[in-house]
């Protein structure tokens, strides 16, 4: 009888947070961010973005990776991109949507070339991975 095995997961960031506020350092990628809270969060001293801003980052920056990289590959001439990203969340702080305003700038490009590089940007993986459950397990 043959067991298939999963391969073991490496470790994509360490935080730590004392007890003292919410200023957490995490280490992902040989990088070091800072995540807090706001300052009218009792103990947030306001020196990072917030869990939720790395969040919408993520999925901003993702983006626009993803049209970049489409374009490039396709010597479209993109000369730049811009998304702002509109989340709505519950009155428990749950994330309930997300509206994304994304500005394609370049003097050629088509009507099509346009349409075809706003679908690529909803294939990035951040985005995919938020619109598919992803099951977290606290070992």
């Known amino acids: ?80 991109a811009e998304i702002r990203v509109f989340p709505t969340r519950d009155r428990s702080k749950v994330l309930e949507s997300i509206r994304i305003e994304l500005d394609l700038e370049g003097d050629d490009l088509t009507d099509e070339q346009i349409e075809r590089l706003r679908d690529v940007a909803l294939k990035c993986p951040v985005h995919r991975s938020l619109e598919k459950a992803v099951e977290v397990e606290l070992a």
């Open 1 to 80: 009888m043959s067991t298939t095995t999963q391969p073991k997961a490496e470790v994509a960031a360490v935080g730590r947070i004392s007890i003292e506020n919410y200023a957490t350092d995490v280490q992902t990628q040989g990088h070091t961010v800072r995540v807090d809270q706001a300052t009218d969060v009792e103990g947030g001293l306001g020196t990072g973005p917030t869990p939720f801003g790395y969040l919408y980052s993520a999925l901003a920056g993702c983006m626009l990776m993803t049209v970049r990289g489409y374009a490039s590959r396709k010597e479209w001439p993109l000369k730049s």
